[in-house]
């Protein structure tokens, strides 16, 4: 399978521990984005890497949630102290081309998710 | 930033009618626009887009408007058939400004009755 691929695809955890998703994205695609996606709401934009360097983070993304990507292939999202207002699927995508100038098709390649539940 | 609400929630059509779920921005900034069709249990599959420079796009039965003016865009799909039954999400973004996160839409649950 050549897709975007997801570990672990469930985490269930304790209040107050650190948790770790890994995304392994398209091997050509130079562009990783993390969503997180909660039951009946569209995935909501967490951060987005292009190559290495990390490019944007949404307001979501409190201090307690760090992404890396560090050699530009797979990505990982750490989130530490976890809250129950955590619980969600952690959907990471990837994109061959950027958007900008008109090029490419924008389209992003979507996981099957990471579902956390924090007890 | 980026809001974009979308309608209705929930959509039950008969099989072969058509469907229609709408989607409203609020950044005049925006100029890509793409619609994500979302399986039970699947991931988010993208199913066609539009952007800003275009009025109308259409890809066999699914098609897609935007009116920059009114800042609203709409997805019909016709015929319908039992596997267009998913969950349907609009997006929106500006691209070109190296900011190219997708404000998604709270998602429309289309129900294809037979």
């Known amino acids: 399978d050549t897709g975007v691929s997801q570990d672990p695809r469930h985490k269930i955890t304790k209040r107050g521990q650190n948790v770790t998703f890994r995304c392994d994205p398209i091997?050509?695609?130079?562009?990783l984005y993390w969503y997180r996606q909660t039951l009946g709401q569209g995935p909501e934009f967490l951060t987005y890497f292009q190559n290495e360097a990390q490019l944007e983070k949404s307001r979501l993304l409190s201090d307690r949630f760090s992404a890396e990507r560090p050699k530009g292939s797979f990505s990982t999202l750490e989130i530490q102290r976890t809250e129950q207002g955590d619980s969600a699927m952690y959907l990471c995508?990837?994109?061959?081309?950027?958007?900008?100038?008109?090029?490419?098709?924008?389209?992003?390649?979507f996981g099957e998710g990471s579902r956390l539940t924090v007890l | 930033g980026e809001n974009v609400e979308q309608h209705p929630s929930t959509l039950s059509v008969q099989e072969g009618d058509s469907a229609v779920i709408k989607c409203t921005y609020s950044?005049?900034?925006?100029?890509?626009f793409p619609w994500y069709k979302q399986e039970l249990g699947k991931r988010p599959q993208l199913i066609i887009d539009i952007r800003s420079n275009v009025g109308e796009k259409k890809d066999q039965r699914i098609a897609v408007t935007l009116n920059k003016t009114a800042k609203h865009f709409s997805l019909h799909i016709t015929e319908t058939q039992p596997e267009d039954s998913a969950v349907y999400f609009c997006?929106?973004?500006?691209?070109?400004?190296?900011?190219?996160?997708?404000?998604f839409g709270k998602g429309t649950h289309l129900i294809i009755q037979p």
């Open positions: 091997s050509e695609h130079n562009r």
């Open positions: 950044d005049s900034a925006s100029n890509y």
């Open positions: 995508a990837s994109s061959p081309n950027p958007l900008a100038g008109g090029s490419g098709t924008g389209e992003l390649f």
């Open positions: 997006a929106a973004t500006y691209s070109g400004g190296g900011a190219d996160g997708l404000t």
